[in-house]
């Protein structure tokens, strides 16, 4: 906050950081992971889907916590 | 486009949709509201008329379900009854003619009494921690703020069971089983973050211009929050207290898994209320209505801001 | 007290009683330090309500302890418990009941809470008074007004068989809504619903009110259907408050405990058992502590997950 430097930090980041793990993009992996395993738990149809529910949405949630940290 | 147009838009609605309208949303209002007068109706009944069928809408009303709820009675030889003084009391002669006596006073009043306590009690203590913080969060920099106000939120969607089991063993540890302080802790921890984001977004509408000005006036920090952020922030938090409030009076949960005697609320005991042969349904009637009464009122109330309380301050309309 | 503004005399006069040192450090406080000062409380709350808790229960969650017996051993049992729960069909079959309830109750209360906040975006005479009496359930106590269901469902004397039989021409008697497995999920739904459809609306409503007036001016002027209005515009511009409200009310429901509790704690047999029943029984009537643990970590993070979008959630209707 000293004022000294006119390049804003988040573009020099943003623009290093590839593309494909943007923000956004990144969140919606997570938030399909969690979906979905949100869908595992609940569905009628597979005991297999089921017992592998919680990894599926652990995975997401951790995922998720982790890019919110990144640059748009 | 002219004034006059704009002025009665073209999407007004024709007035017969106005009129169906009305009629679908008054006739679904008056369907949902039957259960309520139903609840109130049952209070003022017999118990035989309770229960009688086919049901009954009209029958002759009587105080009896309001002396079972205030009272346990015992039943008694008629010879025992004939040797009693007379009866004292509306209640009194109630059960005589039912052939009881009055043993004491129920549990209800003290279970409503739990239940002001302990919701009045959490919902200062969420509303004093909730207006500091939220003044924090709006006002300055803080480090990893939305992740605090993200972990602030879950604390509130958390399923109550899943977080019963660790609080009873805690509990059990700290001697706070059954307590009112453990409870009004509990419902504090669980409330606070309804209050920290509705205060917040309330705060965030208070113009920062006017604290700056109250500190170029010689204010320091902490006197302008007093004295100028608190005042514009009253019916926010007024509002906010009302939230916490309904939250901590209707709460089950946590209230029939870590509550058994002292502190336990009115939520677990009302379905308890039992009388001869199952349960006494114009006592149960009346403990609800007199339990509801309260939060009808202050739904009332707070009408204007449901809104933004039920969308934790995200929807201001 | 003879101060004529409360709380923000009191601060004078601490100012005033205390001494120069002290209120020049007071005085002095650095926004960072008010900042964390308003902060800290409600944090070491939370820390010690919830978060310790819940470590705790992780903690709990790779053992075999049991609660009513504090002085037997304690074995590490590592995934064993993860492992039973997930593997197990009885469990999956609470979850499966839990997704019928969350599944049916959510796709009723929307379709009624969409309809009716778009009836009374008509803006006909008296629509607050209404709006406010249509609100009333969701503000009550679930436990406590679910508990008079019960009065209402039972057989033969209770009032919403006796409707039932009216509208239907089948005795009162001849159907047990808490009884009866084919009813008894249904009795639930209705009950959720009939709490929870003001909610919706309540959002719905809103969403309707956000979108601006010229836009179906534009419409008009493109000569649009009123059907084509509705479905390109109304619907699509009041989708995020929709899904706003699918997500919060699944959350609930997919935790919900009380009223399925007191209308049939889980019965008959185990048809209306949903997860947070089944949890209860494990944690406070077997007492298998370390079991309900895990189970209770499980119900966690799918929450927890659930939350992350409904904030994502939340940010998007904000930002309109």
């Known amino acids: 906050m000293s004022g000294s430097s006119h390049t804003n930090p988040a573009d020099v980041v943003a623009t290093r950081w590839p593309r494909v793990l943007r923000r956004g993009r990144m969140e919606t992996v997570a938030t399909i992971l969690i979906a979905a395993g949100v869908l595992m738990l609940l569905q009628p149809f597979a005991l297999v889907l089921y017992t592998y529910s919680f990894v599926t949405t652990l995975a997401g949630v951790v995922m998720f916590t982790i890019v919110s940290k990144f640059p748009d | 486009m002219t004034g006059l147009v704009s002025a009665h838009s073209v999407v007004d609605p024709s007035p017969l949709t106005k009129r169906i309208a009305a009629i679908v949303v008054i006739a679904y209002a008056l369907i949902t509201l039957v259960p309520l007068l139903w609840i109130v109706m049952t209070g003022f009944k017999s118990p035989s008329d309770a229960i009688a069928y086919p049901p009954k809408l009209v029958a002759e009303p009587t105080l009896e379900g309001y002396c079972n709820l205030f009272t346990t009675r015992s039943r008694q030889a008629p010879e025992y009854m004939a040797k009693l003084p007379p009866a004292s009391g509306l209640c009194d002669r109630i059960s005589r003619d039912r052939n009881m006596v009055i043993a004491g006073p129920s549990n209800y009043i003290p279970r409503y009494v739990n239940s002001l306590v302990i919701a009045f009690g959490s919902t200062a203590l969420s509303v004093v921690l909730g207006t500091l913080a939220a003044y924090a969060f709006s006002r300055f920099k803080v480090p990893l703020k939305d992740d605090l106000m993200f972990f602030i939120l879950s604390t509130r969607m ?145 009408r204007k801001h449901l809104l933004r309380g039920i969308t934790f301050g995200a929807v201001r309309k | 007290m003879t101060d004529q503004t409360g709380l923000s005399g009191l601060v004078d006069r601490a100012a005033l009683v205390t001494s120069p040192v002290v209120a020049r450090r007071v005085r002095g406080l650095s926004e960072r330090a008010i900042a964390w000062l308003f902060i800290t409380p409600t944090m070491l709350l939370l820390l010690a309500i919830n978060i310790f808790p819940l470590i705790w229960t992780i903690r709990l969650s790779f053992t075999n302890y049991r609660a009513n017996r504090p002085n037997a051993t304690v074995l590490d049992v590592g995934l ?97 809504m808490l009884a009866q497995v084919p009813l008894a999920p249904w009795a639930i739904v209705i009950v959720d619903t009939w709490m929870w459809t003001p909610y919706v609306m309540l ?90 643990s895990a189970f209770a970590i499980i119900l966690f993070v799918t929450v927890f997950g659930l939350a992350n979008i409904y904030v994502k959630a939340l940010n998007r209707v904000k930002s309109r």
């Open chain 3, 203 to 292: 959002i719905c409503l809103a969403g309707l009110r956000s979108i601006p007036d010229y836009i179906y001016e534009a419409a008009e002027v493109d000569r649009a259907s009123p059907w084509r209005q509705f479905w390109s515009i109304t619907l699509p511009m009041a989708l995020p408050f929709i899904m706003l409200a699918v997500l919060f009310r699944g959350i609930e429901n997919f935790k919900m405990f009380d009223m399925v509790n007191l209308l049939t704690g889980g019965g008959p047999g185990s048809t209306t058992e949903m997860a947070s029943i089944t949890l209860k029984r494990e944690a406070f009537e077997k007492w298998r502590t370390g079991y309900s």
């Open chain 2, 158 to 302: 958390m399923p109550p069971i899943a977080v019963a089991i660790p609080i009873y063993l805690m509990y059990r540890e700290l001697g706070l089983s059954d307590t009112k302080l453990g409870m009004i802790l509990l419902y504090t921890s669980v409330n606070i973050s309804l209050a920290v984001w509705l205060l917040k977004g309330f705060m965030d509408e208070i113009p920062r211009e006017y604290e700056d000005a109250a500190m170029v006036d010689g204010y320091t920090r902490l006197q302008a929050f007093f004295k100028v952020v608190l005042p514009q922030a009253t019916t926010g938090i007024v509002a906010t207290a009302i939230f916490c409030l309904i939250f901590a009076w209707n709460e089950y949960a946590f209230a029939v898994l870590l509550t058994s005697g002292t502190a336990q609320t009115a939520p677990p005991f009302i379905p308890i209320i039992i009388g001869e042969g199952g349960q006494d349904w114009p006592a149960v009637a009346a403990g609800t209505t007199l339990f509801l009464i309260p939060i009808v009122v202050f739904t009332v109330l707070l």
């Open chain 3, 80 to 176: 064993a418990n993860y492992q039973s729960i997930l593997t197990d069909p009885d469990v999956w079959a609470a979850m499966t009941v839990t997704a019928r309830f969350v599944f049916w109750s959510i796709l009723i209360q929307t379709v009624i809470g969409f309809t009716l906040a778009w009836l009374i975006d008509k803006k006909f005479r008296g629509h607050g008074l209404w709006t406010t009496l249509i609100l009333l359930p969701m503000m009550l106590s679930p436990a406590v007004v679910g508990n008079f269901w019960t009065f209402l469902y039972q057989p033969q004397i209770g009032l919403f068989n006796y409707v039932v039989a009216a509208l239907t021409g089948a005795p009162a008697s001849s159907f047990q």
